[in-house]
């Protein structure tokens, strides 16, 4: 038995309207296979175009070197060798500041811890980092530190500072910068503004102002954990009556990021808070150290 394959040809005959809809179809198809490949820029030509490494570094102006223009690289020198920071370059904007304040009232300076008391004492923000503070009076009259003592089994740098009869004294200190920022459960929080006030007087008699807390660096130990110690240095006051309160402006509140800004270009901001400048409005819920409470607060 033989079998036959039998070829079938159709013959169709297109008109101009065919081969120009045709012709515009395949015009589109090029179109779009062309957006999708990116466009190569002469530079890029001539880097695919060099046949060495040392060729592409050329064409891109990167060269091994010590020189202004050239990178370093593998086992250079530069890349582990110790540098010595150039004299005069860590200056005092370097530095964090704390200013605390005792009854009576308080002024504060810009990258200085400040405070004003009669007889009392506190613990020193900064740590293990404080330089010695220094000492005046608000008129003619003495003022003196004199020992503070404690019961921690740990390193606590500390400060105790009196004044004559109707005087008030005050203390200055800096430290180095602790590692901002600190998170107590909520966040970030923007600053640390402590408020010790009477609930017999209604008034404010305490402030202390930082970005650090008063516990970094006065625990005793190195440690990297930024909340060690919260719960034995919560507030930096160690004079607590049964009067008083401790209050914390709400941390989490861009006001206490504006007052930080401010002291730090010199403003009295204790001041604020004792002239009614600043008012307290109520408590809020916040994570804070313990027997703190958060309290939002504005401006006048």
């Known amino acids: 038995m033989t079998t036959t394959r039998i070829k079938t040809w ?3 005959e297109l ?3 065919d081969l120009n809809a045709e012709f515009d179809n395949l015009v589109d198809d090029i179109n779009t296979v062309d957006d999708k490949i990116p466009t ?26 010590t020189g202004a223009t050239t990178v370093c690289v593998g086992n250079d020198a530069r890349l582990s060798d110790t540098r010595t920071p150039t004299a005069g370059s860590v200056v005092a904007a370097s530095m964090a500041a704390d200013s605390v304040g005792l009854a009576p009232l308080l002024t504060s300076s810009a990258n200085t811890s400040t405070m004003e008391l009669t007889s009392q004492s506190v613990v020193m923000t900064g740590g293990q980092y404080c330089f010695h503070p220094t000492f005046k009076t608000s008129a003619t009259g003495t003022a003196y530190n004199h020992t503070s003592t404690t019961t921690s089994t740990d390193y606590v ?11 008030t ?16 459960g909520n966040g970030e929080v923007n ?27 006065n625990t005793g130990k190195k440690t990297t954990d930024k ?42 901001v204790a001041e604020l808070f004792y002239s009614g400048e600043i008012q307290l409005i109520k408590p809020v ?12 607060c504005k401006w006048k």
Request: charged share 20%.
């Open 15 to 17: 008109g101009w309207e």
């Open 227 to 268: 909340l060690a110690g919260m719960d034995k240095i919560p507030h930096p006051f160690r004079t607590i009556k049964k009067e008083h309160k401790v209050f914390m402006v709400d941390p989490m509140s861009d006001l206490v990021r504006e007052l930080i800004l401010l002291r730090g270009e010199g403003a009295d």
């Open 191 to 217: 600053g640390f503004i402590y408020l010790k006030f009477d609930i017999v007087t209604g008034s404010i008699v305490s402030t202390s102002i930082a970005e650090d807390p008063p516990w970094y660096g």
């Open 285 to 296: 819920e916040r994570s804070m150290p313990p027997g703190v409470v958060a309290y939002k």
């Open 40 to 65: 190569i820029t002469s530079a890029a030509e001539t880097v695919l175009d060099d046949l060495s490494t040392s060729a592409m570094r050329t064409t891109l102006g990167v060269g091994y070197g």
């Open 10 to 12: 159709v013959r169709e």
């Open 169 to 184: 004294a005050y203390a200055e200190w800096q430290y180095f910068a602790a590692s901002p920022p600190y998170d107590l």
């Open 157 to 167: 740098a500390l400060l105790g500072i009196a004044a004559s009869s109707g005087q």
